[in-house]
């Protein structure tokens, strides 16, 4: 089973493809001075099947971040990802972000990630759980057991923690949404079910 992932949610675009679950390629593609990470998404997937000589008609699955993050990075993935598995009749697993993030830690705390949500609200996943709360809250949570933290910058220096930052290192992400959406292959869904996970919703403009 040939398992197409690709993740623009977060800082960097992430493309990776395995084979029942052994990873092929992985690529980790960032921002240049004239475009953000996300416009190549689509040469990169191209790439990384040219690579081992694969055509878009040998993907058999789609695995994608859902978000939260970028509103339009997610926006990106999940577009191609829809028009991909309608025109191929493939599902889709989905993957949410602060779970892949919470495989970076290697230790033997149990993992906490927190998330900026912005208006003073984060997201914190813990226990196999996403809650959306007042960042005032994030705190006592903190406290409630020896954690290994995972966050963005903003929430670390928010906070005045110490955490694993995800940003400040090339992390393979697109290696562990592979190992996830693998895992979760029968919790694959039809492309009309895919749905975001948007660190707020766009902006309204007025009438």
């Not at 878009?56 to 971040?65: A, F, Q, S």
């Not at 903190?142 to 670390?156: H, R």
């Not at 005045?160 to 940003?167: F, K, N, P």
């Amino acid at each position: 089973m040939i398992l197409l992932n690709f993740d623009t949610a977060l800082n960097k675009t992430y493309v990776a493809i395995s084979n029942d679950g052994n990873l092929l390629t992985s690529k980790i593609v960032e921002n240049t001075e004239d475009n953000y990470h996300s416009a190549f998404l689509l040469s990169t997937i191209k790439e990384i099947l040219k690579e081992n000589n694969l055509t878009p008609k040998d993907v058999d699955l789609i695995g994608v971040n859902v978000g939260p993050g970028s509103f339009t990075g997610i926006r990106a993935a999940l577009t191609v990802a829809k028009v991909m598995a309608q025109e191929l009749n493939i599902k889709i697993v989905p993957v949410e972000s602060l779970k892949i993030l919470s495989k970076l830690n290697k230790s033997d705390k149990k993992s906490i990630v927190i998330m900026d949500a912005r208006r003073s609200m984060a997201y914190v996943y813990k226990d196999d759980e996403i809650k959306l709360v007042n960042v005032s809250e994030v705190k006592s949570i903190l406290e409630q057991d020896d954690f290994e933290i995972i966050s963005d910058k903003s929430m670390a220096e928010t906070l005045a923690i110490d955490a694993i930052i995800y940003e400040n290192d090339n992390y393979d992400l697109g290696k562990i949404l592979n190992e996830l959406a693998y895992e979760n292959k029968d919790k694959a869904i039809l492309p009309n079910e895919l749905k975001a996970l948007y660190i707020q919703p766009p902006p309204v403009f007025g009438k």
